[in-house]
Protein backbone atom coordinates (compact mmCIF):
# COMPACT_ATOMS: atom_id res chain seq x y z
CA UNK A 1 0.00 0.00 0.00
CA UNK A 2 1.14 3.49 -0.72
CA UNK A 3 2.47 5.46 2.18
CA UNK A 4 0.67 8.79 2.52
CA UNK A 5 3.58 11.35 2.53
CA UNK A 6 2.95 15.29 3.49
CA UNK A 7 1.54 17.62 1.17
CA UNK A 8 4.77 19.35 -1.43
CA UNK A 9 5.98 22.42 0.26
CA UNK A 10 4.90 21.91 3.70
CA UNK A 11 7.29 20.47 5.95
CA UNK A 12 7.83 18.95 9.22
CA UNK A 13 9.92 20.26 12.24
CA UNK A 14 11.69 17.29 13.57
CA UNK A 15 12.74 17.24 17.23
CA UNK A 16 16.10 17.74 16.19
CA UNK A 17 15.50 20.84 14.52
CA UNK A 18 12.67 22.32 17.40
CA UNK A 19 15.52 24.34 19.77
CA UNK A 20 16.35 25.72 16.99
CA UNK A 21 12.93 27.14 16.11
CA UNK A 22 12.21 27.83 19.83
CA UNK A 23 15.46 29.52 19.73
CA UNK A 24 14.40 31.80 16.89
CA UNK A 25 11.03 32.32 18.30
CA UNK A 26 12.15 33.08 22.14
CA UNK A 27 14.50 35.99 20.83
CA UNK A 28 12.00 36.94 18.30
CA UNK A 29 9.15 37.62 21.22
CA UNK A 30 12.05 38.74 23.61
CA UNK A 31 12.74 41.81 21.40
CA UNK A 32 9.33 42.80 20.42
CA UNK A 33 8.22 42.59 24.05
CA UNK A 34 11.15 44.91 24.87
CA UNK A 35 10.35 47.33 22.12
CA UNK A 36 7.02 47.43 23.65
CA UNK A 37 4.75 45.10 21.41
CA UNK A 38 1.80 42.81 22.51
CA UNK A 39 1.32 38.98 21.18
CA UNK A 40 -1.67 38.58 19.51
CA UNK A 41 -3.51 35.32 18.01
CA UNK A 42 -5.29 35.65 15.16
CA UNK A 43 -7.12 32.73 13.14
CA UNK A 44 -5.53 30.58 10.58
CA UNK A 45 -8.54 31.23 8.20
CA UNK A 46 -10.83 33.77 6.83
CA UNK A 47 -13.64 35.58 4.84
CA UNK A 48 -11.22 35.34 1.51
CA UNK A 49 -12.70 38.98 0.78
CA UNK A 50 -10.42 39.88 3.96
CA UNK A 51 -7.33 39.50 1.59
CA UNK A 52 -8.86 40.24 -1.36
CA UNK A 53 -9.34 43.83 -0.20
CA UNK A 54 -6.34 43.97 2.23
CA UNK A 55 -3.72 42.74 -0.37
CA UNK A 56 -5.29 43.25 -3.37
CA UNK A 57 -7.08 41.32 -6.46
CA UNK A 58 -4.48 41.50 -8.59
CA UNK A 59 -1.64 40.93 -6.69
CA UNK A 60 -0.15 37.35 -7.03
CA UNK A 61 -0.91 36.57 -3.40
CA UNK A 62 -4.41 36.71 -4.02
CA UNK A 63 -4.35 35.69 -8.07
CA UNK A 64 -2.73 32.61 -7.82
CA UNK A 65 -1.07 31.90 -4.71
CA UNK A 66 -4.31 31.64 -2.09
CA UNK A 67 -5.85 28.45 -0.58
CA UNK A 68 -9.48 29.19 -0.52
CA UNK A 69 -11.80 26.96 -0.10
CA UNK A 70 -15.83 26.76 0.16
CA UNK A 71 -17.21 26.59 3.76
CA UNK A 72 -20.29 23.66 4.38
CA UNK A 73 -22.70 26.41 3.21
CA UNK A 74 -20.50 27.88 0.40
CA UNK A 75 -18.94 30.64 1.84
CA UNK A 76 -14.88 31.76 0.18
CA UNK A 77 -12.54 30.63 2.67
CA UNK A 78 -8.80 31.18 2.61
CA UNK A 79 -5.72 30.00 4.85
CA UNK A 80 -3.80 33.06 6.07
CA UNK A 81 -1.15 33.47 3.59
CA UNK A 82 -0.43 36.92 6.06
CA UNK A 83 -0.45 38.11 9.26
CA UNK A 84 -1.26 42.11 8.64
CA UNK A 85 -4.91 41.75 7.39
CA UNK A 86 -6.01 39.59 10.48
CA UNK A 87 -4.16 41.71 12.96
CA UNK A 88 -6.10 45.15 10.98
CA UNK A 89 -9.64 43.38 11.30
CA UNK A 90 -9.17 42.04 14.50
CA UNK A 91 -8.14 45.68 15.72
CA UNK A 92 -11.31 46.78 13.89
CA UNK A 93 -13.69 44.16 14.87
CA UNK A 94 -12.89 44.80 19.09
CA UNK A 95 -13.04 48.62 18.35
CA UNK A 96 -9.12 48.74 19.71
CA UNK A 97 -9.12 52.61 17.84
CA UNK A 98 -11.39 53.54 21.11
CA UNK A 99 -8.50 52.49 23.45
CA UNK A 100 -5.38 55.05 23.71
CA UNK A 101 -3.41 54.63 20.57
CA UNK A 102 -0.36 54.00 19.60
CA UNK A 103 -0.96 49.60 20.00
CA UNK A 104 1.45 47.47 19.39
CA UNK A 105 0.65 43.80 18.30
CA UNK A 106 3.32 40.90 17.24
CA UNK A 107 2.28 37.19 16.21
CA UNK A 108 4.07 34.35 15.35
CA UNK A 109 2.51 31.40 13.28
CA UNK A 110 2.13 29.90 10.48
CA UNK A 111 1.03 31.12 6.81
CA UNK A 112 0.26 29.47 3.50
CA UNK A 113 1.12 30.15 0.13
CA UNK A 114 0.69 28.24 -3.16
CA UNK A 115 4.35 28.97 -4.31
CA UNK A 116 6.70 26.67 -6.43
CA UNK A 117 8.49 25.54 -3.68
CA UNK A 118 12.34 25.46 -3.36
CA UNK A 119 15.05 26.47 -0.56
CA UNK A 120 13.47 29.02 1.46
CA UNK A 121 10.48 29.37 -0.16
CA UNK A 122 7.19 26.48 1.80
CA UNK A 123 3.35 26.43 0.89
CA UNK A 124 3.33 26.45 4.80
CA UNK A 125 5.86 28.63 6.04
CA UNK A 126 5.88 30.66 9.25
CA UNK A 127 6.13 34.24 10.06
CA UNK A 128 7.02 36.59 13.29
CA UNK A 129 5.26 39.95 12.57
CA UNK A 130 4.90 43.13 14.00
CA UNK A 131 2.24 45.46 13.43
CA UNK A 132 2.29 49.34 14.95
CA UNK A 133 -1.08 51.45 14.77
CA UNK A 134 -1.77 54.98 15.74
CA UNK A 135 1.70 57.14 14.44
CA UNK A 136 2.26 58.67 11.35
CA UNK A 137 4.99 59.76 13.02
CA UNK A 138 8.55 58.45 10.55
CA UNK A 139 9.77 57.34 13.64
CA UNK A 140 7.25 54.95 14.32
CA UNK A 141 8.57 53.61 10.71
CA UNK A 142 12.37 53.87 12.16
CA UNK A 143 11.25 51.51 15.64
CA UNK A 144 10.00 48.77 13.02
CA UNK A 145 13.01 48.51 11.30
CA UNK A 146 15.23 48.96 14.41
CA UNK A 147 13.27 45.91 16.34
CA UNK A 148 13.91 43.77 12.88
CA UNK A 149 17.22 44.71 12.73
CA UNK A 150 18.43 44.54 16.24
CA UNK A 151 16.52 40.98 16.43
CA UNK A 152 18.18 39.69 13.44
CA UNK A 153 21.64 40.93 14.38
CA UNK A 154 21.23 39.89 17.92
CA UNK A 155 20.46 36.35 15.91
CA UNK A 156 24.03 36.77 14.69
CA UNK A 157 22.63 36.58 10.85
CA UNK A 158 25.11 36.70 8.45
CA UNK A 159 25.31 39.86 5.55
CA UNK A 160 22.23 41.63 6.38
CA UNK A 161 21.15 44.45 3.76
CA UNK A 162 18.65 46.36 4.81
CA UNK A 163 16.80 48.15 1.68
CA UNK A 164 14.59 50.78 1.80
CA UNK A 165 12.25 52.74 -0.66
CA UNK A 166 9.16 55.23 -0.68
CA UNK A 167 6.18 54.36 -2.30
CA UNK A 168 4.82 57.71 -1.71
CA UNK A 169 1.16 58.52 -0.69
CA UNK A 170 -1.36 56.76 -3.17
CA UNK A 171 -1.62 60.03 -5.29
CA UNK A 172 1.58 60.51 -5.81
CA UNK A 173 1.67 56.90 -7.30
CA UNK A 174 -1.67 57.98 -9.63
CA UNK A 175 0.34 60.94 -10.91
CA UNK A 176 3.68 58.85 -11.40
CA UNK A 177 2.01 55.69 -12.83
CA UNK A 178 1.12 57.56 -16.44
CA UNK A 179 4.74 58.60 -16.35
CA UNK A 180 6.22 54.95 -15.52
CA UNK A 181 3.79 53.70 -18.42
CA UNK A 182 4.98 55.98 -20.94
CA UNK A 183 8.55 54.69 -20.71
CA UNK A 184 7.23 51.21 -20.30
CA UNK A 185 5.62 51.29 -23.61
CA UNK A 186 8.35 52.65 -25.19
CA UNK A 187 9.90 49.21 -23.99
CA UNK A 188 7.38 46.72 -24.20
CA UNK A 189 8.79 44.67 -26.61
CA UNK A 190 11.82 44.06 -24.06
CA UNK A 191 9.56 43.37 -21.31
CA UNK A 192 8.62 39.47 -20.49
CA UNK A 193 4.93 38.14 -20.72
CA UNK A 194 4.10 38.97 -17.53
CA UNK A 195 5.18 42.12 -17.40
CA UNK A 196 3.55 43.13 -20.20
CA UNK A 197 0.53 41.70 -18.52
CA UNK A 198 1.23 43.53 -16.02
CA UNK A 199 2.26 47.00 -17.27
CA UNK A 200 -1.55 47.77 -17.55
CA UNK A 201 -2.62 46.56 -14.16
CA UNK A 202 0.12 47.14 -11.73
CA UNK A 203 3.17 48.83 -13.47
CA UNK A 204 4.81 49.29 -10.59
CA UNK A 205 5.03 45.46 -10.07
CA UNK A 206 7.47 45.36 -13.16
CA UNK A 207 10.27 47.09 -11.32
CA UNK A 208 10.63 44.47 -9.32
CA UNK A 209 10.10 41.69 -12.09
CA UNK A 210 13.36 39.36 -11.66
CA UNK A 211 14.43 38.78 -15.18
CA UNK A 212 17.58 40.37 -16.26
CA UNK A 213 16.00 41.64 -19.82
CA UNK A 214 13.24 43.37 -17.73
CA UNK A 215 15.59 44.44 -15.22
CA UNK A 216 18.14 45.88 -17.72
CA UNK A 217 15.17 47.90 -19.73
CA UNK A 218 13.43 49.31 -16.47
CA UNK A 219 17.29 50.43 -15.62
CA UNK A 220 16.97 53.84 -16.50
CA UNK A 221 12.81 54.34 -15.73
CA UNK A 222 12.05 57.52 -13.86
CA UNK A 223 12.01 56.94 -10.62
CA UNK A 224 8.98 57.20 -7.86
CA UNK A 225 11.03 58.63 -5.16
CA UNK A 226 12.03 61.67 -7.88
CA UNK A 227 8.39 62.12 -8.11
CA UNK A 228 7.12 62.24 -4.25
CA UNK A 229 4.79 65.67 -2.65
CA UNK A 230 6.47 67.51 -0.35
CA UNK A 231 5.17 65.70 2.88
CA UNK A 232 5.72 62.17 1.62
CA UNK A 233 9.33 62.99 0.69
CA UNK A 234 9.57 64.95 4.07
CA UNK A 235 8.62 61.31 5.52
CA UNK A 236 11.39 59.68 4.07
CA UNK A 237 13.35 62.01 4.43
CA UNK A 238 12.82 61.68 8.31
CA UNK A 239 12.94 57.59 8.36
CA UNK A 240 16.58 57.82 6.94
CA UNK A 241 17.69 60.47 9.28
CA UNK A 242 16.07 58.36 12.28
CA UNK A 243 18.07 55.32 10.60
CA UNK A 244 21.00 57.04 10.35
CA UNK A 245 21.03 58.76 13.98
CA UNK A 246 20.59 54.90 15.61
CA UNK A 247 23.23 53.47 13.62
CA UNK A 248 21.65 51.28 10.99
CA UNK A 249 22.72 51.35 8.02
CA UNK A 250 20.88 50.75 4.38
CA UNK A 251 20.68 51.23 0.51
CA UNK A 252 17.93 53.00 -1.13
CA UNK A 253 16.60 50.59 -3.75
CA UNK A 254 14.14 52.40 -6.20
CA UNK A 255 12.91 49.05 -7.68
CA UNK A 256 11.54 48.02 -4.23
CA UNK A 257 7.09 47.80 -4.52
CA UNK A 258 6.86 45.17 -2.61
CA UNK A 259 3.48 42.39 -4.01
CA UNK A 260 0.84 43.07 -1.38
CA UNK A 261 -1.16 46.41 -2.36
CA UNK A 262 -1.80 47.82 0.99
CA UNK A 263 1.67 49.62 1.23
CA UNK A 264 2.02 53.45 1.30
CA UNK A 265 5.17 55.88 1.91
CA UNK A 266 8.02 53.43 3.48
CA UNK A 267 8.72 50.11 1.88
CA UNK A 268 11.80 47.82 3.26
CA UNK A 269 12.89 44.81 3.32
CA UNK A 270 16.15 42.69 4.55
CA UNK A 271 17.88 40.56 2.76
CA UNK A 272 20.84 38.22 2.73
CA UNK A 273 22.73 36.83 -0.05
CA UNK A 274 23.44 33.80 2.21
CA UNK A 275 19.86 32.81 0.94
CA UNK A 276 20.08 32.26 -2.63
CA UNK A 277 16.87 33.59 -5.21
CA UNK A 278 14.73 34.03 -1.77
CA UNK A 279 17.02 36.21 -0.23
CA UNK A 280 14.21 38.06 1.27
CA UNK A 281 14.70 37.10 5.37
CA UNK A 282 12.41 39.89 6.17
CA UNK A 283 10.37 42.77 5.22
CA UNK A 284 7.48 45.40 5.37
CA UNK A 285 6.40 48.98 5.62
CA UNK A 286 3.89 51.37 6.17
CA UNK A 287 0.09 51.21 5.24
CA UNK A 288 -1.67 53.70 6.35
CA UNK A 289 -5.14 53.41 4.42
CA UNK A 290 -5.60 49.87 4.62
CA UNK A 291 -7.78 49.84 8.26
CA UNK A 292 -9.84 52.43 6.73
CA UNK A 293 -10.20 50.38 3.73
CA UNK A 294 -11.56 47.27 5.45
CA UNK A 295 -14.19 49.42 7.36
CA UNK A 296 -12.23 50.82 10.45
CA UNK A 297 -11.17 54.31 11.38
CA UNK A 298 -8.37 56.54 9.51
CA UNK A 299 -5.54 55.25 12.01
CA UNK A 300 -2.27 54.91 10.44
CA UNK A 301 -0.11 51.70 10.86
CA UNK A 302 3.33 49.98 10.11
CA UNK A 303 4.79 47.18 9.86
CA UNK A 304 7.02 44.04 9.37
CA UNK A 305 7.35 40.29 8.63
CA UNK A 306 10.26 37.79 9.11
CA UNK A 307 10.23 34.67 7.43
CA UNK A 308 11.34 31.68 10.43
CA UNK A 309 11.98 29.37 7.72
CA UNK A 310 14.68 31.46 5.83
CA UNK A 311 15.98 32.93 9.43
CA UNK A 312 16.56 28.90 10.46
CA UNK A 313 18.58 28.25 7.15
CA UNK A 314 21.06 30.99 7.70
CA UNK A 315 21.32 30.86 11.96
CA UNK A 316 24.89 30.22 12.93
CA UNK A 317 25.37 27.28 14.57
CA UNK A 318 27.51 28.71 17.04
CA UNK A 319 24.30 30.37 18.26
CA UNK A 320 22.76 27.26 19.59
CA UNK A 321 25.54 25.41 21.19
CA UNK A 322 25.15 26.24 23.97
CA UNK A 323 21.60 25.14 23.84
CA UNK A 324 21.02 21.81 25.95
CA UNK A 325 17.19 20.07 25.74
CA UNK A 326 18.18 18.01 28.14
CA UNK A 327 20.79 18.37 31.46
CA UNK A 328 21.04 14.85 33.40
CA UNK A 329 20.77 11.47 31.96
CA UNK A 330 19.73 9.45 35.29
CA UNK A 331 21.77 5.63 34.74
CA UNK A 332 20.20 3.40 37.25
CA UNK A 333 20.57 -0.09 37.55
CA UNK A 334 20.71 -3.07 39.71
CA UNK A 335 17.93 -4.10 42.29
CA UNK A 336 17.72 -1.04 44.83
CA UNK A 337 19.18 1.08 42.30
CA UNK A 338 16.72 1.22 39.47
CA UNK A 339 14.53 1.55 42.06
CA UNK A 340 15.75 4.58 43.97
CA UNK A 341 16.31 5.86 40.60
CA UNK A 342 12.99 6.15 39.43
CA UNK A 343 12.36 8.26 42.78
CA UNK A 344 15.18 10.92 41.88
CA UNK A 345 13.82 10.62 38.53
CA UNK A 346 10.59 12.11 39.80
CA UNK A 347 12.63 14.25 42.35
CA UNK A 348 14.85 16.33 39.74
CA UNK A 349 12.31 16.76 37.29
CA UNK A 350 9.85 18.20 40.01
CA UNK A 351 12.22 20.59 40.47
CA UNK A 352 12.83 21.74 37.17
CA UNK A 353 15.79 19.95 36.14
CA UNK A 354 15.66 18.73 32.59
CA UNK A 355 16.28 14.49 33.36
CA UNK A 356 16.76 11.57 30.76
CA UNK A 357 16.83 7.92 31.02
CA UNK A 358 16.22 5.09 29.10
CA UNK A 359 14.41 1.98 31.05
CA UNK A 360 15.33 -0.32 28.54
CA UNK A 361 18.86 -0.59 29.97
CA UNK A 362 20.14 -2.78 32.49
CA UNK A 363 23.66 -2.80 32.53
CA UNK A 364 26.02 0.37 33.57
CA UNK A 365 27.50 -0.08 29.97
CA UNK A 366 23.95 0.42 28.27
CA UNK A 367 23.33 2.92 30.12
CA UNK A 368 26.58 5.08 29.48
CA UNK A 369 26.28 4.29 26.01
CA UNK A 370 22.38 5.48 25.90
CA UNK A 371 23.67 8.46 27.82
CA UNK A 372 26.50 9.33 25.01
CA UNK A 373 23.67 9.10 22.64
CA UNK A 374 21.16 11.86 24.40
CA UNK A 375 23.15 14.76 24.01
CA UNK A 376 22.57 15.40 27.68
CA UNK A 377 25.66 16.97 29.81
CA UNK A 378 25.85 14.92 32.85
CA UNK A 379 24.74 11.42 34.03
CA UNK A 380 24.13 10.32 36.74
CA UNK A 381 25.14 6.53 37.83
CA UNK A 382 23.11 5.25 40.72
CA UNK A 383 23.49 0.97 41.11
CA UNK A 384 23.21 -0.49 44.35
CA UNK A 385 26.76 0.03 45.48
CA UNK A 386 25.62 3.66 45.14
CA UNK A 387 22.75 2.81 47.31
CA UNK A 388 24.82 1.12 50.10
CA UNK A 389 27.14 4.04 50.55
CA UNK A 390 24.11 6.44 50.42
CA UNK A 391 25.79 8.59 47.08
CA UNK A 392 25.67 8.43 42.94
CA UNK A 393 28.62 9.33 40.80
CA UNK A 394 27.85 12.20 38.80
CA UNK A 395 30.05 12.27 35.50
CA UNK A 396 30.40 14.72 32.71
CA UNK A 397 29.37 13.41 29.76
CA UNK A 398 31.87 15.35 27.60
CA UNK A 399 35.18 15.39 29.73
CA UNK A 400 34.50 12.18 32.01
CA UNK A 401 35.16 13.34 34.86
CA UNK A 402 33.43 12.01 37.43
CA UNK A 403 32.52 13.40 41.28
CA UNK A 404 30.64 11.22 44.16
CA UNK A 405 27.29 13.32 45.82
CA UNK A 406 25.38 12.59 48.61
CA UNK A 407 22.26 10.73 47.30
CA UNK A 408 19.88 12.54 50.20
CA UNK A 409 19.02 16.50 48.90
CA UNK A 410 20.46 15.46 45.88
CA UNK A 411 17.83 17.05 43.70
CA UNK A 412 18.48 20.77 45.44
CA UNK A 413 22.26 20.61 45.35
CA UNK A 414 21.98 20.26 41.27
CA UNK A 415 19.33 23.05 41.24
CA UNK A 416 21.40 25.30 42.91
CA UNK A 417 24.25 24.31 40.45
CA UNK A 418 21.84 24.42 37.64
CA UNK A 419 19.91 27.66 38.24
CA UNK A 420 22.99 29.59 39.69
CA UNK A 421 25.02 29.37 36.63
P1 LIG B 1 5.92 39.45 2.61
O1 LIG B 1 7.05 40.18 1.98
O2 LIG B 1 4.93 38.82 1.71
O3 LIG B 1 5.21 40.49 3.58
O4 LIG B 1 6.47 38.33 3.59
C1 LIG B 1 7.39 38.66 4.62
C2 LIG B 1 8.46 37.58 4.73
O5 LIG B 1 7.86 36.29 4.84
C3 LIG B 1 9.35 37.45 3.48
O6 LIG B 1 10.39 38.41 3.51
C4 LIG B 1 9.88 36.03 3.64
O7 LIG B 1 10.97 35.99 4.53
C5 LIG B 1 8.70 35.31 4.26
N1 LIG B 1 7.96 34.54 3.23
C6 LIG B 1 7.03 34.99 2.37
N2 LIG B 1 6.59 34.00 1.59
C7 LIG B 1 7.26 32.88 1.95
C8 LIG B 1 7.25 31.52 1.51
N3 LIG B 1 6.44 31.09 0.55
N4 LIG B 1 8.09 30.63 2.12
C9 LIG B 1 8.92 31.05 3.12
N5 LIG B 1 8.96 32.32 3.58
C10 LIG B 1 8.15 33.23 2.99
C11 LIG B 1 4.12 40.20 4.35
O8 LIG B 1 3.68 39.10 4.52
C12 LIG B 1 3.56 41.41 5.05
N6 LIG B 1 2.37 40.99 5.82
C13 LIG B 1 4.60 42.03 5.97
C14 LIG B 1 4.07 43.21 6.72
C15 LIG B 1 3.63 43.23 7.99
N7 LIG B 1 3.94 44.42 6.25
C16 LIG B 1 3.44 45.19 7.18
N8 LIG B 1 3.23 44.48 8.25
Not at 108 to 124: D, K, S, T, V
Not at 362 to 373: E, G, M, V, W, Y
Request: aromatic share 8%; with cysteine.
Amino acid sequence: MDTIKAIKGVKDILPEETPRWRFIEDVARRWALCYGYQEIRIPIFEFTALFARSIGAETDIVEKEMYTFPDRDGTSLTLRPEGTAGTVRAFIEHNRAADPLPQKYFYIGPMFRHERPQAGRLRQFHQFGAESFGTSDPRADVEVIALLWRLLSDLSLPDLTLEINSLGSSGDRAAYKPILLAFLSQQKSLLCANCRRRMESNPLRVLDCKVPDCRAATESAPRLTEHLSPEARAHFDQVLAGLVAIGIPYRLNHRLVRGLDYYCLTSFEITSNHLGAQNAVGAGGRYDGLVETLGGPAVPAVGFALGLERVSLMLPQASLSSLHECLYYVAAFGETGTKLGLVLLDELRRVGISTQCDYRAITLKAHLRQADRSKCRYAILLGDDEVIRGSVILRNLESKAQEELPLAGLSSLLKSRTFSS
